[in-house]
């Protein structure tokens, strides 16, 4: 199995310099896209043209195949989550924690946020929630 990064999938022109108004825009719209939920077992997906794709299915999708990390509906899915989850962490820079879910999202376009001390920071708070939960 060859991992697939954001770099492999279509959308190459992102402009660190002036961000698409949909990563900083009001309300995140993360909480009406579905994170969905696979607690073990089997994985199965619906055919990647199918609207009901779960951002977790989408994550799973596109990190399981090449040609899943380049469909437009898979791509869709995930910008729109990415979107979403860096609109939250622009709005509270110093104190918002992603969710197991959104970290993982959020987790797979990093090459995406390199350079960004907010990215950094969130991903360190994110890290530092789960070692105080965890008790260590």
Do not use: C
């Not at 199995?1 to 309300?27: A, C, E, K, R, W």
């Not at 990190?63 to 869709?76: K, Q």
């Not at 979403?84 to 376009?109: C, G, H, L």
């Amino acid at each position: 199995m060859s991992l697939v990064f954001d770099s492999d999938l279509p959308i190459l022109s992102f402009n660190y310099n002036s961000l698409p108004s949909f990563f900083t825009q009001g309300p995140a719209i993360l909480s009406s896209i579905s994170m969905g939920g696979n607690n073990g077992g089997t994985r199965q997906h619906p055919s990647h043209g199918s609207g009901a794709t779960t951002v977790t299915q989408a994550l799973e999708i596109a990190r399981d195949s090449e040609e899943g990390a380049r469909d437009p509906t898979i791509v869709n899915v995930l910008e729109n989550a990415v979107a979403a989850i860096w609109a939250k962490i622009q709005d509270q820079p110093q104190s918002y924690v992603m969710t197991r879910d959104e970290f993982a999202v959020f987790n797979y376009f990093q090459r995406r946020f390199e350079g960004y001390e907010v990215a950094t920071a969130a991903r360190k708070r994110y890290w530092d929630h789960l070692e105080v939960r965890n008790g260590a």
